[in-house]
């Protein structure tokens, strides 16, 4: 166990230092992020009443876009070079390998959310108490856990079989929608002051049920 | 290792209505070198790949050493070394941060000091500092080769290694390979005068298909005429062009 957790905090701390160098992933992902934002302020701010709705619906459609590109770009650094194909013929338990992929992943995804929710302030007006934004934050995080657990996989499988990156988002959003419908929910709930209830309980679940499949599937994924 | 470092029994790999490997039977013993000649499309790729644990065999048996190649036993791959087309390298990283990744996710017990060795090995210790991307096709591939031989692997699996390199660039990675001599080596290539000067030994495939399995004794005209009857090849030049 020991042995395994070291592997996974080895592929993040790689990870760790790309993204620090290159700022590949976040950049990237936190510009995508604040456009979306930043059309939703265009848009509407002028004319919507309730910026609580107006904040939480730009923040997560901006994590689903935003998310989506950054598994890409996480992605793509492992299919440079066949970099990925390193990881595998080290002898390290390739259940590792990808939650050290999931665990870096989401957490440039949840960076870039953080900030996302702090331009919906800004921009959109969307003011939660710091105790909301707080219980936000962690959403944001548990939700990131979940995307990047089903969107390490399939990013994966998008390079490792040629298919257009097109076929991404394609194969992506429609497994992440109970993440997207949970955050959505719980945003709201958390805003209101109204119980968190099976919202929370679904997300917490599918995420596991996500890194479970993962972790089950990885290995058909990478190998030919 | 003792005796045989690696066998392979009965293996085949399918990719839909595509026959890749077909059947293929053959061992290799400690120490000896082993080339696979063979046509493109002969499956010699799809070989390595499979005796790296890079794709799994349609059906079949690989055994490194005494151990056979399962997908959940990962202690293996300490006994192996994987040069590939592609260099598995990270441009983002520098080549000593890139060789400390790999030693890292070896397991090394001196995995800074092993890098410097490797980097020396491979003439790259001057060029630690700086990321692969800025490097040449031949210094690439020499770091790749550093990135395979940081465990000391006791099989190395060579794919293509000269093709895109000036002489320079293979005189020097047969250097590296000269210090390697005592371990187990099985490559692939086209080049056969280089192949036959490298190998004690050669796999001839085509079609998936093992279609001769000859001693070799430096000689590559005499590899020649075995080679063309092998793959139904009557022109030489036609093997030299390929």
Known sequence: MKAFLAAVLRVV????????RTKGVTTTTAMFALLVVLAFAFSFVKTFREPAVLGRGALWIAFVFGGTLGVTKAAAIEDRNAALDGLLVAPVDRSAVYLGKVTSTALFVFVVNVVTLGATTVLLGYAPTPRTALAVVGVLAA?????????????????????????????????VVPVLLAGVELTAALTAGAPLGSWLRLLCLYTGVLLLAGVATFEFVVEE | MTGTAVRVDDLTKSYGRITAVDGLSFAVEDGETVGLFG????????????LAGLARPTSGMI???????????YDIYRT?????????????????????????????DDPAVRCEAVLDTVGLRE????RPDAFSHGLRK???????????????????????LDQRSVADLEAVLDGFDDRTVVLTTHDIDRGVARCDRA?????GELRADVALDGSAAAFESTYRRAIGLDEPEHIRGV
């Open chain 2, 127 to 130: 060029r630690a500092s700086q």
């Open chain 2, 63 to 73: 055994a490194l050493g005494a151990a056979e190649l399962t997908p959940d036993d």
């Open chain 2, 39 to 50: 046509p493109n499309g002969a499956g010699k790729t799809t070989l390595l790949r499979m």
């Open chain 1, 143 to 175: 939700a990131a856990v979940g995307f990047a657990a089903v969107g390490v996989v399939v990013a994966t499988l998008t390079y490792r079989s040629g298919l257009d990156e097109l076929a991404l988002p394609l194969l992506l959003v429609p497994l």
């Open chain 2, 203 to 207: 796999l001839v495939l085509d079609r």
């Open chain 2, 80 to 108: 192996l070394g994987v040069v590939t087309h592609e260099t598995m390298l990270y441009d983002a990283l520098t080549a000593r941060e890139n060789l400390r990744v790999h030693a890292d996710l070896h397991g090394l």
């Open chain 2, 142 to 164: 020499r770091l790749s080769l550093a990135r395979a031989l940081l465990h000391r692997p006791d099989v190395l699996l060579l794919d293509e290694p000269y093709t895109g």
């Open chain 1, 13 to 20: 701390r790689k990870d760790v230092r790309i993204e620090s």
